[in-house]
Each structure stands twice: as structure tokens, then as C-alpha cells.
């Protein structure tokens, strides 16, 4: 009953974008903080970005940085992930999640409950 349904991933030319949604049912994303991850192949489950649950701070990797952006509408139950000038080693499949009670690291993904079944992004010429 508690879900996550990620959408929008696809394949992209290198400098493209895309936005990622992550829908919830079940449970109300207004209180929990949200984050995404991505594992590309043979690669380990790293944190993208999060979004905090009371005042909306935002986390990113290093790595996406001033590329991706995190943002929350609370009335459509979704976060999204807006990707911007995309590179080939983005290439991963993205999940969503959403938080425990307790985050200790933003990006760390045992801090998060609930998990989505992920979406494919590809960036490839």
C-alpha cells in the first residue's frame, strides 16, 4: 500500500535533459524527506540528491551538482529531479526514497524506508 512509482527516465544525447517524478500512494510525502539514488552497472548505490521534509533544504553529490535540481509538490504527492546537461556516466538506474524519522547523512541510502523499483536513464550519443 506504501509506494513509490518513479517516471520519466529514458535515453538522452549527452547535454540533454530530462525530469525524473516519483509519485507516492499510500503515505502522505509532505513528512518525509526524499531522496535519489542511482546505480549504473557494476557501480554501488550512491546518492544523487534529497529534499528535506519541513523546510525543503536540498543535498546533491558532487557530482550532479548546478546540473540536477530536487524540488517537492506537496498537492501532487511527487518529487522530481530535473537533470540538466547530462553526461554519459549518468547513465544508471534512479530510484526514489523516502526517509526515516532520523537522517544522518542525506545521501546515505540506509537512512531511507521506502523505496520505488526504479527508472532507466541512458545518455548516449
Known amino acids: 500500500q506504501v509506494q513509490l512509482v518513479e517516471s520519466g527516465g529514458g535515453l538522452v544525447q549527452p547535454g540533454g535533459s530530462l525530469r525524473l517524478s516519483c509519485a507516492a500512494s499510500g503515505f502522505t510525502l509532505d513528512y518525509y524527506g526524499v531522496g535519489w539514488f542511482r546505480q549504473g552497472p557494476g557501480t554501488e548505490r550512491e546518492g544523487v540528491s534529497s529534499?528535506?521534509?519541513?523546510?525543503?533544504?536540498?543535498y546533491y553529490a558532487d557530482s550532479v551538482k548546478g546540473r540536477f535540481t530536487i524540488s517537492r509538490d506537496n498537492a501532487k504527492n511527487t518529487v522530481y529531479l530535473q537533470m540538466n546537461s547530462l553526461k554519459p556516466e549518468d547513465t544508471a538506474v534512479y530510484y526514489c526514497a523516502a526517509a526515516g524519522e532520523i537522517v544522518t547523512d542525506w545521501l546515505d541510502y540506509h537512512d531511507y524506508d521506502y523505496w520505488g523499483r526504479g527508472t532507466q536513464v541512458t545518455v548516449s550519443s
Open positions: 529534499i528535506s521534509s519541513s523546510d525543503s533544504n536540498t
